[in-house]
């Protein structure tokens, strides 16, 4: 690692630094859920139901019962006191709300029809594979086609009249674009480790919220919360897909509280495709309207959403549709379409990602028949005000992130007929598309303690799901101490910590900065206190205000910190006056120091209710199009955002590459497909599900404009875990249509619409 080479003290806050939890990682120490291993400890398997719809006429689980190791058979009236979880407001979030084998009905192809516990994995297999079920088989509905939807269509966001608008705009788009089933594909696939001690459960869980989970299992459980514990130390992604419970982790609880046993069960890859998620289908019609020298009229942006049978689920794609850009009439409504599938969930920017791919790629349409280029038609349209609430934001660059951008891929030089730009043999073409994420500050409670082996422990029941939450917390420890990361031990992911946020929203990193800073600056406070306190210290008598705490140790403020030399492990200096902060501890015979933070939420702030919270950015795609061969390739991505100041540069710098990477996944290649016949999910592997690669991926390059907004907090910073991948879809459609011709309002882009091009050689 170079962090010698890393600024020292609050310099650090901004600065690229690695991931304190990296080698952890790298040399395989972490320890994810599913590794943790106890003695006694059995495995769970779950049946899936073969059926898209009806109901179990009979399950026969008496060969399974019989084979060797099998210790438990769990089915609809055989699973121990398992309850219903219901929703409270803002107290707890649960994934599917049908407790495991609540009845005979299927509702959806790999709905979970029985479990089997066992000595070994394999003998819980291998029984699991021996019950058999018969079904009363109905015709599933998993129909792709949402518009057969007759329910009620909520309006939101209405101003002006945008019907009569969009009658009387001389320029008009009126197009629909679909956007397919995505599934969350993490690197680990969820699992659950239960483990009873008594009337205590702790459960190890893949979980972007150990809290949340510890309040929904406390009641799925019928156990007070203070007897559930929730661990989630290393996660291996999640997109959204964890951020609430699933139904293995009830299913695990209980096989474990009946055998008082620990038991673990993990979900496979396979079962990932109905059990644990996914982005719904969304089908958006986006009407436009214009006047002929291109100021936008109107926008009607009317969608429907998937969503499974007992679920009401709505992904929000017009979420960003009133404040992006300035339009007098407008309107946004929902339709929520039920079909036979699992419970969808929030994956990576819900709503906005694919409610963006619509309204951004109608904007380029819209351009073109204005003979505009669609980025001058943006800064034109651009909003000075959020006009769907009717505030002031609190900091908006988006215009910037564009200019900036079309800077980077040299846009000036852009033709716009379609086909008109060559090199090496190719046709390229070029696309642009914005991206927006709300922001907010939620709350936090953190613990920072000064402890007598000269190290800073920093506690919070929050989580890093992989995205530098452990290293946020120490660089704001280092910032406010000098005391260099190696001496900073920062622990996450367990419930029983002081309560911090869900890991979603992109909001985790707002809520945990004020929490953290009050906590180390108390604790800082305190020690000074006591130095100048206690009989024994070379501080003694003196005004505590006249002490400073620099380079871990404690001096008098006149004095200026005198500097040594450059620990080279930790990018901190080594000091060489003051009295370190343990030898205080000593001379006052403490065991340590330590101070809570809060965070309080800004939906309570009455000044940051005055604005309208967002960040914003946008991505200038670039294909490359080899039509004798009807091969596309993204070949460049230039990524610039604006998402106030960043406190990691490198991990930023992570969130926009992996969320660009998993733009290029949704504009291409991923589609979860089901089977019309049975509801069954027929790609629900890595060979036909198809995520990018690298041999898939562009040139990446990813800005920040870094401009700190303090209405979110001292820091400046919101939140980037979501918005990277806004905007990427819409802007490779967008460089299709400039290569090939063809636009493409149904995604993922197939050799097939490319057929089409008229553009024949290159
Ligand atoms: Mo994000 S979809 O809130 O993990």
Do not use: A, Q
């Given at each position: 690692m170079a962090t010698d080479t890393l600024p020292h003290a609050a310099g650090i806050i901004g600065a690229a630094v690695p991931r304190i939890d990296g080698s952890l990682k790298t040399s395989g120490t972490a320890r994810y859920a599913v590794d943790h291993n106890f003695p006694g400890l059995v495995h769970g398997v779950a049946v899936q139901a073969t059926i898209g719809k009806g109901r179990i006429r009979s399950l026969d689980t008496s060969a399974a019962e019989k084979m060797?190791?099998?210790l438990l058979v769990l089915h609809h009236g055989k699973i121990d006191n398992v309850y219903r979880f219901y929703p409270h407001e803002a107290d707890g979030t649960i994934s599917e709300a049908r407790p495991p084998f609540a009845d005979e009905n299927i509702y959806y192809w790999g709905q979970f029809v029985a479990a089997v516990v066992a000595e070994t994995l394999e003998q819980a297999k291998a029984a699991a594979n021996a019950i058999k079920a018969e079904y009363d088989i109905e015709k599933p509905d998993v129909n792709p086609d949402l518009s057969d939807f007759t329910g009620p269509k909520p309006e939101s966001w209405l101003r002006g009249d945008p019907d009569k608008a969009l009658a009387s705009a001389p320029v008009t788009v009126d197009e629909t674009y679909i956007t397919p089933v995505e599934t969350h594909n993490p690197m680990e696939m969820h699992g659950t480790v239960a483990v009873w001690d008594g009337d205590n459960v702790t459960l190890y869980e893949c979980t972007q919220g150990v809290v949340n989970h510890r309040v929904v299992m406390s009641e799925v459980l019928g156990v007070p919360r203070e007897n559930v514990r929730v661990i989630s130390?290393?996660?291996?992604?999640?997109?959204?897909?964890?951020?609430f419970p699933w139904t293995q982790s009830s299913i695990a609880a209980s096989a474990a509280r009946t055998l008082n046993r620990p038991v673990k069960i993990s979900v496979d890859r396979r079962m990932m495709f109905t059990s644990t998620g996914h982005r719904p289908r969304t089908q958006q019609r986006i009407r436009l309207g214009a006047t002929?020298?291109?100021?936008?009229?109107a926008i009607r942006h009317d969608f429907f959403t998937e969503t499974s049978q007992l679920d009401d689920f709505v992904e929000h794609c017009g979420e960003q549709t009133p404040f992006l850009y300035s339009c007098p009439n407008l309107v946004v409504t929902t339709g929520m379409v039920r079909r036979n599938v699992g419970a969808p969930a929030p994956m990576r920017g819900p709503g906005a990602v694919p409610g963006l791919f619509a309204l951004e790629s109608a904007v380029d349409e819209l351009a073109i028949k204005l003979k505009m280029d669609p980025v001058e038609f943006r800064l034109k349209n651009d909003a000075e005000r959020d006009e769907g609430k009717n505030l002031p934001f609190s900091s908006r660059h988006l215009k910037e992130c564009y200019t900036t951008g079309a800077e980077k891929i040299g846009w000036k030089n852009r033709t716009p007929e379609p086909g008109s730009m060559r090199r090496n043999g190719k046709i390229y073409g070029w696309g642009v598309g914005g991206a927006s994420w709300s922001a907010a500050r939620i709350p936090c409670t953190a613990s920072v303690e000064l402890c007598p082996n000269g190290r800073i422990c920093v506690r919070c029941a929050t989580q890093d799901i992989g995205t530098g939450t452990y290293t946020i917390f120490a660089q704001v420890v280092h910032a406010a101490t000098g005391v260099p990361l190696d001496r900073i031990d920062v622990f996450l992911g367990d419930s029983s910590l002081p309560e911090g946020p869900t890991s979603g929203g992109s909001m985790a990193t707002s809520a945990v900065l004020p929490a953290t800073t009050t906590a180390v600056n108390s604790a800082v406070t305190r020690l000074l206190h006591i130095a100048a306190m206690i009989p024994n210290s070379p501080f003694h008598g003196m005004k505590p205000e006249s002490l400073a705490f620099a380079n871990g140790r404690v001096m008098q403020k006149e004095e200026e910190p005198k500097v040594v030399g450059v620990s080279l492990s930790s990018s901190s200096q080594l000091a060489a006056n003051g009295v370190p902060f343990e030898e205080v501890l000593k001379l006052a015979n403490l065991s340590g120091i330590s101070a809570m933070g809060k965070t309080a939420p800004s939906f309570e702030d009455p000044k940051a209710k005055q604005y309208s919270l967002h960040s914003y950015g946008c991505h200038f795609a670039e294909v490359e199009w080899d039509p004798e061969i009807v091969r596309l390739r993204v070949s460049r991505i230039f990524s610039v955002f604006d998402a106030g100041r960043i406190i990691n540069k490198k991990a930023g710098a992570n969130q926009i590459l992996g969320a660009a990477v998993m733009g290029v996944g949704m504009a291409l290649f991923e589609d979860t497909v089901h089977d019309s016949r049975t509801g069954q999910p027929i790609n629900n592997n890595f060979a036909d599900y198809i995520v990018p690669t690298c041999a898939d991926l562009p040139e990446l390059d990813v800005t920040f404009l870094d401009y700190p907004d303090y209405i979110v907090n001292e820091y400046g910073a919101r939140g980037i875990g979501e918005i990277g991948m806004a905007g990427v879809a819409p802007a490779i459609a967008s460089a299709v249509y400039h290569a090939t011709g063809v636009r493409v309002r149904?995604?993922?882009?197939?050799i097939e619409d490319l057929l089409k091009s008229n553009i024949r050689e290159a």
């Open positions: 060797p190791g099998v130390r290393f996660i291996g992604s999640g997109f959204g897909g964890k951020l002929e020298d291109g100021k936008l009229t149904t995604l993922p882009i197939r």
